[in-house]
């Protein structure tokens, strides 16, 4: 689950609410690089429903390329954790504050304050590029110049790539599973063991293997990748609070088991356990 902490539509809250009207047991609030969600979520929550400290890491992997790294049962209070979600923020800020001089100098306007409407745990690449949008930035820029700078604002930078974003979670007392595997590859929903074994090799527990693929179709083909990979499984429905045409959102439309809840427990447990007995 995705609050307004980071890009979701809900307040934290607002996102209980709604998952304790759709009679749920368990949530995680995973919001994008931020942590701030979590108390708000766990404080509005009544004994009927638990809300997991999660996180949704953004990790760098093979160049520039991206993946999502979800974070269950997280010490939210981890130093390290911490530490590396603030790098994160500043490096990001650092590139804003590039990509926006870069705007000046071609003669476009558009400040800082400008891109606080967007959904985003803080202004990144993709409030660059709305913001670029809506203030006429791309319309006003001398020939080739647009182009550079759309390209500009999507090249992120990344505080962490995945072996690292994978052992931050660990050290949380955490476990780690790969987020909707499905959109790793452009075009391609359905991946091999084979495609998905060098990012399994960094250390994740899990897969995801319930995820929003509509009707739920990609679900028996990821369990049967876990179990050839010897990973466990996750799942859930990565909703955002929006609504389709039926007024309708995500939450609650991809339930998952109670046994796969009780499995990652057990695995974070067995892996704070673990770090006790090295530590000492």
């Given at each position: 689950?995705?609050?307004?902490?980071?890009?979701?539509?809900?307040?934290?809250?607002?996102?209980?609410?709604?998952a304790?009207?759709?009679?749920?047991?368990?949530?995680?609030?995973?919001d994008?690089?931020v942590?701030?969600?979590?108390?708000?979520?766990?404080?509005?929550?009544?004994?009927?429903?638990?809300?997991?400290?999660?996180?949704?890491?953004?990790?760098?992997?093979?160049?520039?390329?991206?993946?999502?790294?979800?974070?269950?049962?997280?010490?939210?209070?981890?130093?390290?954790?911490?530490?590396?979600?603030r790098?994160?923020?500043?490096?990001?800020?650092?590139?804003?504050?590039a990509?926006?001089?870069?705007?000046?100098?071609?003669?476009?306007?558009?400040?800082?304050?400008?891109?606080?409407?967007?959904?985003?745990?803080?202004?990144g690449?993709?409030?660059?590029?709305?913001g670029?949008?809506?203030?006429?930035?791309?319309?006003?820029?001398?020939?080739g110049?647009?182009?550079r700078?759309l390209?500009?604002?999507a090249?992120?930078?990344?505080?962490?790539?995945?072996?690292?974003?994978?052992?931050?979670?660990h050290?949380?007392?955490?476990v780690?599973?790969?987020?909707?595997p499905?959109?790793i590859?452009?075009?391609?929903?359905?991946?091999?063991?084979?495609?998905?074994?060098?990012l399994?090799?960094?250390?994740?527990d899990?897969?995801?293997?319930?995820?929003w693929?509509?009707?739920?179709?990609?679900?028996?083909?990821?369990?049967?990748?876990?179990?050839?990979l010897?990973?466990?499984?996750?799942?859930?429905?990565?909703?955002?609070?929006?609504?389709n045409?039926?007024?309708?959102?995500?939450?609650?439309?991809?339930?998952?088991?109670?046994?796969?809840?009780?499995?990652?427990?057990s695995?974070?447990?067995?892996?704070?356990a673990?770090?006790?007995?090295?530590?000492?």
């Amino acid at each position: 689950m995705h609050t307004t902490a980071s890009d979701g539509r809900l307040s934290p809250t607002e996102v209980v609410q709604a998952a304790a009207e759709r009679g749920l047991e368990a949530i995680a609030i995973t919001d994008h690089d931020v942590l701030s969600g979590i108390a708000e979520a766990q404080s509005a929550a009544s004994p009927d429903l638990e809300v997991i400290p999660g996180v949704e890491l953004t990790a760098r992997w093979e160049g520039r390329r991206s993946i999502h790294v979800l974070g269950y049962f997280l010490d939210i209070g981890n130093a390290a954790l911490q530490t590396a979600l603030r790098r994160a923020e500043d490096l990001m800020a650092q590139h804003v504050d590039a990509v926006l001089d870069e705007i000046g100098q071609a003669g476009g306007k558009l400040r800082r304050e400008d891109l606080d409407r967007y959904r985003h745990r803080y202004a990144g690449g993709a409030a660059l590029v709305l913001g670029m949008l809506e203030h006429g930035v791309l319309r006003g820029a001398p020939p080739g110049t647009g182009f550079r700078l759309l390209r500009l604002a999507a090249l992120e930078p990344r505080a962490y790539g995945v072996a690292q974003a994978v052992r931050l979670i660990h050290d949380a007392g955490g476990v780690a599973s790969l987020a909707h595997p499905s959109r790793i590859t452009r075009g391609e929903p359905l991946l091999s063991a084979d495609a998905l074994r060098p990012l399994v090799a960094c250390g994740f527990d899990a897969i995801e293997a319930w995820q929003w693929i509509p009707g739920g179709w990609g679900s028996d083909h990821y369990r049967a990748i876990a179990q050839e990979l010897d990973v466990m499984v996750s799942g859930g429905s990565d909703d955002h609070g929006k609504r389709n045409a039926k007024g309708q959102m995500r939450l609650g439309a991809q339930q998952v088991g109670i046994e796969v809840l009780e499995a990652l427990r057990s695995r974070a447990q067995q892996l704070r356990a673990d770090g006790l007995r090295t530590s000492q």
